[in-house]
């Protein structure tokens, strides 16, 4: 109500422009009968809320990923999570394709680095490079955009030295790569040693480091070698362990396992904690999703920004976020399944309806730290 009017049976009654004011209006109406006449009264709360237009109190995000019309992988993901978290988000679209490809055809066009660049000319010349507090990446599927985004990282830098990057190099999963092998060794290069927080699955992890995974110890090993190339914070996302050391498997389904680990490792100070490397274990759910790595990278960035020197706690909230999701998207897809639907569009992620689960999720998996 920017007039700072409500409406009142049919009247206006003043009220103080910008005024948090609620109130209801009365709406009747007579309608002949053979019983006479009838009056229907009906009562609807009218809200006018003072806005906040200033900068969003968890930061300004730039988020680098591909980008899909159907479904929610990459930034589709990220930017609505980041948004719920009070993130003002400025998304770039690595790939804009009509659907991601596990559904074996698409459409659509793949970003360039040189294209990168000129949007961060633009940036630049309308000073609107300055107040970037996070940045994320994600798929980026040539080599010429990778290298545009080290170089974007350090421009960052230096309007922010203390800009927080958090990379998820997407390479592959299940010992398959999604993008040419020589992006793995730009990411080893140049880019790894930016990240603030960098959020590998396990084949990734043995990409980056040229080590063998197979137990936790390993899983320490690397996330020691990935802190020696750089980044400060390390998070392997998923691990498929053998059960008696503490499961494993892809978020999405893809490992052996009857569960999932999250193992991370800080060189950071944590808040009451003597120990840098955790721990988290939730049960397999029993199929496979897509955009599951995306959206944790994003649940990642956003609970490590309200709980700073606490990264296991945040990934306690953000593994409980992402199994929330998870399960409601199993749920949904077992309805679709029942009533003769079949798919892969049926295990899209059911991230709108998650809302909750993405702000005020139900922890159940708790951290160990080792």
Same mark, same amino acid.
């Given at each position: ?205 043995? !990409? ?86 995306? !959206? ?52 899209? !992620? ?21």
């Amino acid at each position: 109500q920017n007039s700072g009017y409500s409406q009142h049976d049919g009247s206006r009654e003043r009220n103080p422009p910008g005024s948090a004011w609620s109130g209801a209006y009365t709406a009747q109406r007579r309608s002949a009968s053979k019983e006479g006449t009838n009056t229907i009264t009906l009562k609807q709360p009218l809200l006018c809320v003072k806005m906040n237009v200033g900068p969003s109190s968890a930061g300004r995000a730039l988020t680098i990923q591909s980008h899909v019309v159907s479904g929610y992988v990459g930034n589709k993901c990220a930017v609505f999570t980041l948004q719920l978290h009070g993130f003002d988000v400025d998304p770039v679209l690595s790939v804009q394709f009509s659907n991601h490809t596990g559904y074996g055809s698409w459409k659509g066009e793949v970003m360039t680095g040189d294209q990168l660049w000129s949007l961060v000319e633009g940036l630049e010349t309308n000073g609107l490079l300055a107040g970037y507090t996070h940045l994320l990446t994600g798929y980026i599927g040539s080599a010429s955009l990778l290298r545009t985004v080290g170089r974007l990282v350090r421009k960052l830098r230096t309007y922010n030295p203390d800009l927080v990057y958090v990379c998820d190099p997407v390479l592959g999963d299940n010992g398959k790569l999604y993008v040419p092998a020589e992006l793995a060794g730009i990411y080893r290069e140049d880019i790894v040693p930016l990240a603030t927080l960098l959020t590998p699955n396990q084949f990734e992890a043995e !990409l980056l480091t040229g080590l063998t995974i197979g137990s936790e110890e390993e899983a320490v090993a690397a996330c020691a070698a990935l802190h020696a190339a750089g980044p400060p914070s390390v998070v392997i996302t998923s691990l498929d362990l053998d059960d008696r050391d503490g499961g494993g498997g892809a978020p999405g389904g893809g490992g052996t396992s009857s569960s999932i680990t999250l193992l991370g490792s800080t060189s950071a100070p944590q808040v009451n904690r003597g120990g840098h490397v955790f721990r988290i274990v939730v049960p397999r759910i029993p199929s496979y999703f897509t955009g599951t790595g995306d !959206l944790c990278a994003a649940l990642l960035l956003a609970w490590s920004a309200k709980m700073p020197g606490q990264l296991g706690t945040a990934a306690e909230m953000a593994v409980a976020s992402l199994q929330g999701v998870l399960r409601r998207t199993a749920k949904a897809q077992a309805q679709a399944e029942a009533a003769g639907k079949t798919g892969i569009g049926c295990r899209e !992620l059911r991230l709108v309806q998650s809302v909750d689960d993405l702000l005020r999720p139900e922890v159940t998996a708790k951290v160990t730290w080792l």
